[in-house]
């Protein structure tokens, strides 16, 4: 009896502690005008609770608006308030590290990667999160030397927030069997994240989280506007630019304020990677939009965290002559048997996602009609994926056709110029504009000899010269 009274109450805790949950992150809806005070005590007992209900309750009825900024006062180390709203603010958080240190590099590799042009868009944040004012001192003066003129053009603000307003740190929960002082360590990086977009949230249309040991792409904002408008019109709340950590993850300014609560509510429960996918997930996007290549690169051997040894590195991170296909709108369709939901649509994307058919015979294809007839300067395709290195077009050629007949659904190219061979499963061609003589309105993959294992065509990516006159 003794025992089913105790699986009694432990199943009601955690029903309690569920329900309670729930309500909270239902409550990420709501927006009912109230304004948040946002004292320093309300941000302590809100960041500091623990699995009881009581508090739960207590907490969701303080946050009941979600979308108001926490009051806080940030010092200003270096530069000042933005005399205008740009269109995209990256912010790093950085704190001082047992070995190597990364912050300078990653400010520098931000400013030379970017044109004059893209550099007028943005606004950088850096928030010095260690409690060791010497240190802090340190950075700033190194910082103000280093990149004086951009602190002086008003795109570069180094901040700090005081230890004051700082949730309790130490006897925390040691969720997933951490030491105490790995759960310290990262309940304290969720506070110096909330605390960053909290100050960030109106700096900007967009915003970018980078580590403070990140290299960036040539031209990496031209890129990210890029993608920004091959979107509209469709719902996202964040767009993943690099697959590591909190590398490259785009997200829309008005719900940073949000984002900056959750961390906030949760900080202590686990690292903010896992959080951040919570979070994306309670605002309706289930699935991961990540595209490639990577426009981030984390180039740090040395972790934040004991100085630990961290060697992970994005393989899809390309550092020059970065360029996103411009994929015009076009009809996908293949006669080639497709599994499962690999659809041929899966393949015509940047999104980190492809085409799966089973084994192809001699004249299957897969085929794209597009919508408009364009000029083409650039084609590639690429098939197989790192662990399916063998599912890709052993025997095949690229073609593009002109001259459209049939319905709206069925419409096909009646003649076809072949453009070459794949070679190790992969295509490539630079310059077509200048060997195709006529506007393109179809290209296909043709399957030139039958073969025993699936195909997996990983992307197509189309690159259009000077639109076509009509």
Same mark, same amino acid.
């Given at each position: 009896?003794?025992?089913?009274?105790?699986?009694?109450?432990?199943?009601?805790?955690?029903?309690?502690?569920?329900?309670?949950?729930?309500?909270?992150?239902?409550?990420?809806?709501?927006?009912?005008?109230?304004?948040?005070?946002?004292?320093?005590?309300?941000?302590?007992?809100?960041?500091?609770?623990?699995?009881?209900?009581?508090?739960?309750?207590?907490?969701?009825?303080?946050?009941?608006?979600?979308?108001?900024?926490?009051?806080?006062?940030?010092?200003?180390?270096?530069?000042?308030?933005?005399?205008?709203?740009?269109?995209?603010?990256?912010?790093?958080?950085?704190?001082?590290?047992?070995?190597?240190?990364?912050?300078?590099?990653?400010?520098?590799?931000?400013?030379?990667?970017?044109?004059?042009?893209?550099?007028?868009?943005?606004?950088?944040?850096?928030?010095?999160?260690?409690?060791?004012?010497?240190?802090?001192?340190?950075?700033?003066?190194?910082?103000?030397?280093?990149? !004086?003129?951009?602190?002086?053009?008003?795109?570069?603000?180094?901040?700090?927030?005081?230890?004051?307003?700082?949730?309790?740190?130490?006897?925390?929960?040691?969720?997933?069997?951490?030491?105490?002082?790995?759960?310290?360590?990262?309940?304290?990086?969720?506070?110096?994240?909330?605390?960053?977009?909290?100050?960030?949230?109106?700096?900007?249309?967009?915003?970018?989280?980078?580590?403070?040991?990140?290299?960036?792409?040539?031209?990496?904002?031209?890129?990210?506007?890029?993608?920004?408008?091959?979107?509209?019109?469709?719902?996202?709340?964040?767009?993943?630019?690099?697959?590591?950590?909190?590398?490259?993850?785009?997200?829309?300014?008005?719900?940073?304020?949000?984002?900056?609560?959750?961390?906030?509510?949760?900080?202590?429960?686990?690292?903010?990677?896992?959080?951040?996918?919570?979070?994306?997930?309670?605002?309706?996007?289930?699935?991961?939009?990540?595209?490639?290549?990577?426009?981030?690169?984390?180039?740090?051997?040395?972790?934040?965290?004991?100085?630990?040894?961290?060697?992970?590195?994005?393989?899809?991170?390309?550092?020059?002559?970065?360029?996103?296909?411009?994929?015009?709108?076009?009809?996908?369709?293949?006669?080639?048997?497709?599994?499962?939901?690999?659809?041929?649509?899966?393949?015509?994307?940047?999104?980190?996602?492809?085409?799966?058919?089973?084994?192809?015979?001699?004249?299957?294809?897969?085929?794209?009609?597009?919508?408009?007839?364009?000029?083409?300067?650039?084609?590639?395709?690429?098939?197989?994926?790192?662990?399916?290195?063998?599912?890709?077009?052993?025997?095949? !050629?690229?073609?593009?056709?002109?001259?459209?007949?049939?319905?709206?659904?069925?419409?096909?190219?009646?003649?076809?110029?072949?453009?070459?061979?794949?070679?190790?499963?992969?295509?490539?061609?630079?310059?077509?504009?200048?060997?195709?003589?006529?506007?393109?309105?179809?290209?296909?993959?043709?399957?030139?000899?039958?073969?025993?294992?699936?195909?997996?065509?990983?992307?197509?990516?189309?690159?259009?010269?000077?639109?076509?006159?009509?």
């Amino acid at each position: 009896f003794d025992k089913m009274r105790c699986l009694r109450k432990r199943s009601a805790v955690s029903f309690l502690g569920i329900l309670v949950v729930c309500l909270l992150f239902m409550n990420l809806y709501i927006e009912d005008g109230y304004v948040l005070e946002g004292d320093k005590q309300l941000i302590r007992e809100t960041a500091t609770h623990q699995l009881n209900p009581e508090r739960y309750v207590h907490s969701f009825k303080d946050l009941s608006n979600f979308s108001g900024s926490i009051n806080i006062s940030y010092r200003y180390l270096a530069g000042t308030p933005l005399p205008r709203k740009r269109y995209l603010t990256i912010g790093l958080s950085s704190v001082k590290r047992k070995k190597g240190n990364y912050l300078l590099e990653t400010i520098k590799s931000i400013f030379e990667q970017s044109s004059y042009e893209e550099l007028k868009e943005i606004a950088v944040v850096v928030q010095l999160a260690d409690f060791d004012s010497a240190w802090c001192e340190g950075m700033v003066q190194d910082i103000s030397q280093k990149f !004086a003129h951009h602190i002086i053009a008003g795109r570069l603000i180094v901040i700090h927030v005081p230890e004051d307003y700082y949730p309790v740190l130490d006897g925390l929960k040691r969720n997933y069997n951490d030491p105490e002082d790995r759960v310290k360590f990262r309940s304290k990086q969720n506070v110096d994240y909330a605390f960053l977009l909290n100050f960030c949230a109106n700096l900007s249309d967009y915003y970018v989280m980078l580590e403070d040991d990140v290299r960036c792409s040539k031209n990496f904002l031209t890129a990210v506007k890029k993608v920004i408008t091959s979107r509209e019109g469709s719902y996202w709340v964040t767009l993943e630019f690099s697959k590591l950590g909190y590398i490259g993850k785009l997200y829309h300014s008005h719900d940073l304020p949000r984002l900056a609560h959750f961390l906030l509510m949760f900080y202590q429960e686990m690292p903010c990677d896992w959080l951040l996918i919570h979070f994306r997930g309670l605002l309706a996007q289930k699935e991961v939009i990540r595209f490639k290549p990577s426009l981030f690169q984390h180039m740090g051997y040395y972790s934040s965290y004991k100085g630990a040894e961290n060697k992970l590195k994005d393989d899809d991170f390309e550092e020059e002559s970065f360029d996103i296909p411009d994929n015009p709108p076009a009809n996908l369709h293949t006669n080639m048997n497709v599994f499962e939901n690999y659809e041929a649509s899966k393949a015509y994307s940047s999104i980190d996602e492809y085409f799966w058919g089973k084994a192809p015979s001699s004249g299957d294809f897969y085929g794209i009609v597009f919508e408009k007839p364009i000029k083409i300067s650039k084609i590639k395709v690429v098939t197989g994926t790192e662990d399916r290195q063998n599912d890709i077009l052993h025997h095949g !050629a690229l073609e593009v056709g002109e001259k459209i007949v049939g319905s709206k659904k069925g419409r096909q190219c009646t003649t076809y110029l072949r453009l070459g061979e794949f070679k190790n499963g992969n295509f490539e061609i630079r310059d077509v504009e200048h060997k195709v003589l006529f506007d393109i309105n179809c290209m296909r993959i043709l399957v030139t000899k039958s073969q025993k294992e699936w195909l997996i065509i990983r992307s197509i990516s189309v690159w259009t010269s000077q639109t076509p006159n009509q």
